[in-house]
Each structure stands twice: as C-alpha cells, then as structure tokens.
Antibody, heavy 122, light 110 residues
Framework: QVQPQESGPGLVKPSETLSLTCDVS?????????WGWIRQPPGKGLEWIGS???????YYNPSLKSRVSISVDTSKNQVSLKVSSVTAADTAVYYC???????????????WGQGTMVAVSS | QSALTQPASVSGSPGQSITISCTGT?????????VSWYQQHPGKAPKFIIY???KRPSGVSNRFSGSKSGNTASLTISGLQAEDEADYYC??????????FGGGTKLTVL
C-alpha cells in the first residue's frame, strides 16, 4: 500500500531554511499524480503549501510562494519541501499527501503521511 | 485567497444528523465542484471522506454525504456515532491550480 513518510529536523532556528523530505513507498511518484505539502500549526487548521508533479511542475500557495520551494526526485521516489526565512509562525506539523485524481491539482488528497512536527525557535 | 469559512463547532447526539457548512466565494467554491472534506482525530493525519463536493471514496461510510449550493458546500453526517467526534475540514480548488482550506469545525457527539 502507498505509504508516504515525512522526515526532517524537528527544530529550526528563526531566519534559517526548513527542509523536509517525503519518502514514498508502495507507489511510484512517476505514475502520474500530484503530491502536495500541507501544514497545520499547533491547535490550528490546515494550510495548503503547494503541490508537485513528477515532471517537476509545481504550484504554490500565493501567500507562501516567495519563501517556498518544492522539488521531486523520481530516482529516490521522494518529494522535498524548503521554506526559507522561517519564523515562529512556520511552527507546524507538515504533511505530504497524494492527490486521488491523476495529473491534476484538485485538493482531493487520498493518502497522507503521518506528518512531522517542526518547531522554529532559537 | 482567504480561508473558507466553517463554523468553529457543531454538536449532536448519537443517532442524529448534523451538517457542517463551508462558505467560500465565486472564485473557489462557487465556481468549481472541487470541494473535498477531511476528518481529523486528535494527533492523527486527516482522512479523506468526500471529493468533488458529493463523491465518497471507497470505504467511507455512506453516513457521510456532501453537497454544494452557490458559494457554500456542506457535509452531512447522519446516524451520528461517538467515533464521528473529530475535526472536519473542507478544501476547495481556487483556480490556477491552487487550493484553499477551511478553518475547521470541531464536532462534539453529546
């Protein structure tokens, strides 16, 4: 079965860059679905960060676009997220998730990773 | 691109039906039938329960149903059960391959 697994540092200093990876097992990222990153600050709601296709085509939340970069490595079957110039407001659980419909961004994420908590603090 | 508006909380007794609204604008919910709903229990990842406004993924109970009218989408849970107590989020396509989530609704089963 498809299993995404997020990983990365649990603590990042303010103004630095947050870097996470999502390793996918049981499914080839090249099979034609968009993969999204979604985050959830403690006690708050979900926020879409962006989505990527295996070709490298990416779409970002306009409010985060200037600080976010999402990439894909098909040889490693993983997607990655970078958020630059982080502040305390970037403290959140970060999830990667797979769209259910091929080749399109629709917000219909059928498979989610367990999430990884990232705290921004000095 | 503002978050979709959901009530902060709703409640119902076992066996009853409840409805959670998700209000957007003509730029998202009002134009596209691409609204999804997620159920999230504490400390867990969201679970996919409705897509394209009213479609249920395989394996999701038929007690969950979705609808849309104008700029508002709705999730109805019938025959409320204790296990339905969770947070619920809507998500809509907002054009140009962007997405927007709602603020979330906490469902309490009395």
């Amino acid at each position: 079965q498809v299993q995404p697994q997020e990983s990365g540092p649990g603590l990042v200093k303010p103004s630095e860059t947050l870097s996470l990876t999502c390793d996918v097992s049981g499914h080839s990222i090249s099979s034609g679905y968009y993969w999204g990153w979604i985050r959830q600050p403690p006690g708050k709601g979900l926020e879409w960060i962006g989505s990527i296709y295996h070709s490298g085509s990416t779409y970002y939340n306009p409010s985060l676009k200037s600080r976010v970069s999402i990439s894909v490595d098909t040889s490693k079957n993983q997607v990655s997220l970078k958020v630059s110039s982080v502040t305390a407001a970037d403290t959140a659980v970060y999830y990667c998730a797979k769209e259910t419909t091929p080749s399109t961004v629709r917000g219909a994420f059928d498979i989610w990773g367990q999430g990884t908590m990232v705290a921004v603090s000095s | 691109q503002s978050a979709l508006t959901q009530p902060a909380s709703v409640s119902g007794s076992p066996g009853q039906s409840i409805t959670i609204s998700c209000t957007g604008t003509s730029s998202d919910v009002g134009t596209y039938n691409l609204v999804s709903w997620y159920q999230q229990h504490p400390g867990k990842a969201p679970k996919f329960i409705i897509y394209e406004a009213n479609k249920r993924p395989s394996g999701v109970s038929n007690r969950f149903s979705g609808s849309k009218s104008g700029n508002t989408a709705s999730l109805t849970i019938s025959g409320l059960q204790a296990e339905d107590e969770a947070d619920y989020y809507c998500c809509s396509y907002a054009g140009s391959s962007t997405l927007v989530f709602g603020g979330g609704t906490k469902l309490t089963v009395l």
